[in-house]
């Protein structure tokens, strides 16, 4: 029985963790289809991770913290995705730029909050039924929200998007032929800047789950 709740537990954590490069992935996905290579996530996601931590200080509330997180990859997206896209600057100058930059604004927004716990932060929410399975539901079924919508859903509306949709093969078409694609009359640079923002929000989003969620606090350097 010892071995078993060590291999659970292992699992649960490992599954966990790995919401964090789930999220980001996802978003770098769809970045990377549209045919834009992004070295940045580290900076995106940390400037998510304290924005969210900072605004669930002032107010409490973790979804607005998480919409803070989103907001600020919007924000940094757009200028990643004009210099990279409408500047066409090389994507991985760019992409160790924004890194540079997110890593170092983060640690000096986050001093006064470095070391201690969040306010609030995600609580479990177990799938009723599902997290009753032995072992698998405290493995899966046993965890915080976001942990399901991240594998459980975004995946599947994802591939759905990518791949059974005009919208996904547009997609495509804008990262592998842009010339053929602008032929057919699909609009290359705001699709491409789109994905590119999209997946900024999504990076920022991964650093909002590390410290809302995953490790429920601030630290220099946690991305």
């Not at 029985?1 to 919401?19: D, R, Y």
């Not at 090389?90 to 890194?99: E, I, M």
């Not at 949709?165 to 592998?176: D, E, H, N, P, Q």
């Amino acid at each position: 029985m010892e071995m078993i709740e060590i291999i659970t537990g292992l699992v649960a954590s490992a599954f966990l963790a790995g919401g964090v490069l789930a999220i980001a992935g996802l978003g770098e996905t769809v970045t990377q289809r549209a045919g834009v290579f992004n070295l940045g996530i580290e900076g995106f996601m940390a400037m998510g991770g304290i924005s969210a931590i900072a605004t669930v200080a002032a107010t409490g509330d973790v979804v607005l913290g998480s919409l803070a997180a989103a907001g600020i990859g919007i924000l940094m997206g757009i200028f990643f995705a004009i210099t990279t896209v409408i500047f066409r600057v090389n994507q991985v100058v760019s992409g160790l730029a924004f890194t540079f930059l997110g890593t170092g604004l983060a640690t000096w927004a986050g001093t006064s909050y470095a070391g201690k716990p969040a306010v609030a932060a995600f609580e479990k929410a177990p799938l009723p039924g599902l997290s009753e399975i032995p072992a698998l539901g405290e493995m899966f079924f046993n965890h915080q929200a976001p942990i399901y919508l991240v594998f459980f859903v975004l995946p599947v509306a994802l591939h759905l998007l990518l791949f059974r949709t005009r919208f996904g093969l547009s997609i495509l078409a804008v990262g592998r032929s842009p010339g053929a694609a602008d032929a057919t009359g699909i609009a290359v640079v705001p699709l491409r800047m789109g994905c590119v923002v999209f997946g900024c929000m999504m990076a920022a989003l991964a650093g909002a789950y590390l410290t809302l969620v995953f490790v429920p606090s601030w630290s220099e350097g946690m991305t």
